[in-house]
């Protein structure tokens, strides 16, 4: 099978159970943000500065677990905000995993190791046998000698502790936006790929599910997403969530207004999104990718699809976003309030014309993937079609994953920051900008279309600061 039998069956029970009462609108997953503060500043994720002004602010434990009762989704994606940084995480996993739940945690992975060190200490505790584990994981170079002494000299008090330990309900989400020099520019921070892969590597020796997930901008090389794939397909990651970048108003203000850079040459329009997706058919094939092959049509522009934004709604500091994760309108009590308050005849695009204007480019997972699952806009033949994507044989670990060189940028040197680092250090003026890989003057500001993926980075403005301040 594609996906575990169990958490096949929970999501189609869900959805037969609502059909069969006749409920027009319910939950397919509820999308759960404890808190907005995050350690890193994506290029693109308009989400810390849409909330800029509460990032101390924090969902209690109690109601996180209440809010997921209240909506029913079979599951839940924790995510922000770095839902690692929420200090009761631990504790807000698995209390969704009582109520039944799969849990997804989309992170950036850069804490992902510290929580499975924790799990190793909390386990070693009462049972000594792990020890080849942490000896293998030791070999891996993927603990420090410092580490292994601390998960083996835990107290009987460290198996008390709440940890996020493997099972079949909880998957690792882990933001990867491309290979390496790609995903560090995008997340604008050199050696986050490589801390993603060994968290990854290690997530699997320890035997968690992991995914990853990633968002397609104008500037993406489709070739190196198909690199990505075969590269993670063979460390053993269990699938890929994969979505269209959509020009949302939060994102584009930061762009603008933090960066300096038009909005326009980082995002797609619907053509372009077509264009990007055109193989999305042939990757369901050869990896395993989380959604409906109804979707993946809709995303290579053989079939259209209506916004079900209702089906995966968002729940965060103010309370149920709406109309939907990236667009927002305002903010409701309970998830029942949400769904009657708004009229949800104005947004969205249908037959080719948006109801509201911002819709107009969206194609992404939170709106479009539900549709496939629920039957809108159903053709002959499109249950047949989820029934064997999701139950017909997953995809082979891709072997030619091993010759991808995945490690293309601040691995070997080859970095965003390495061109403008060499400059400061040599005193050289000219040095070109890495941005674009093609060269551009680092007097001018970056341009697009040449290979780069589409922004700056903070760091590197202020490098490239440091130059021009030198040349004057």
Not at 25 to 42: I, R, Y
Not at 404 to 425: C, Q, R
Request: aromatic share 10%; hydrophobic share 35%.
């Amino acid at each position: 099978m594609r996906f575990p039998l169990a958490l096949s069956a929970k999501i189609a029970g869900h959805i037969i159970k609502h059909k069969l009462r006749r409920t027009p609108k319910f939950a397919m997953v509820l999308q759960l943000e404890p808190l907005h503060t995050c350690n890193l500043t994506c290029t693109g994720c308009g989400r810390i500065r849409e909330y800029s002004t509460s990032l101390k602010d924090m969902v209690p434990l109690e109601k996180c677990l209440a809010v997921a009762e209240e909506c029913d989704a079979p599951m839940v994606s924790i995510c922000g905000g770095e839902p690692l940084i929420y200090p009761r995480i631990e504790e807000l996993v698995n209390g969704i995993l009582r109520q039944g739940r799969i849990v997804y945690i989309c992170t950036n992975g850069m804490f992902m190791r510290k929580k499975m060190k924790d799990y190793l200490a909390a386990r070693y505790a009462s049972d000594p046998s792990l020890e080849a584990l942490v000896s293998k994981l030791l070999d891996e170079k993927l603990i420090t000698e410092k580490d292994a002494e601390a998960i083996r000299k835990a107290d009987p008090a460290a198996a008390q502790k709440p940890v996020i330990a493997p099972t079949k309900w909880l998957y690792w989400n882990v933001h990867i936006d491309g290979l390496e020099y790609t995903h560090d520019l995008i997340v604008e921070r050199e050696g986050v790929f490589k801390e993603c892969v060994e968290a990854i590597r290690m997530a699997k020796l320890l035997g968690y599910q992991v995914a990853t997930n990633t968002t397609v901008y104008r500037e993406t090389d489709v070739r190196e997403i198909e690199d990505m794939f075969k590269f993670f397909s063979w460390l053993g990651v269990d699938g890929h969530t994969i979505s269209p970048g959509y020009d949302y108003d939060a994102a584009k203000k930061d762009m603008v207004k933090r960066l300096g850079k038009d909005p326009r040459e980082f995002f797609l329009t619907r053509d372009m999104t077509r264009k990007k997706f055109e193989r999305i058919l042939e990757w369901g094939k050869q990896f395993t990718i989380f959604g409906t092959p109804v979707y993946q049509e809709f995303l290579a522009g053989i079939r259209e699809l209506t916004c079900t934004a209702w089906a995966i709604p968002t729940y965060n500091i103010r309370g149920w976003k709406a109309p939907c994760y990236l667009m927002t309108d305002g903010h409701y009590s309970t998830y029942q309030e949400m769904l009657e308050k708004v009229d949800w005849n104005k947004y969205g695009v249908v037959n080719g014309v948006a109801r509201d204007p911002r819709c107009e480019n969206c194609m992404v997972h939170c709106g479009y993937d539900p549709s496939g699952a629920l039957g809108t806009n159903y053709q002959r033949g499109d249950n047949w079609k989820n029934f064997k994507y999701n139950f017909w044989p997953r995809p082979k670990p891709c072997a030619e994953g091993a010759k991808v060189n995945a490690f293309n940028g601040a691995s070997v040197g080859k970095g965003h920051l390495a061109e403008a680092k060499a400059a400061i250090k040599s005193g050289l003026a000219g040095a070109k900008s890495a941005f674009a890989r093609g060269g551009n003057d680092l007097q001018t500001q970056p341009v697009a279309g040449n290979g780069g993926c589409g922004s700056g980075t903070s760091a590197r403005d202020e490098l490239l600061a440091k130059i021009r301040r030198k040349e004057d």
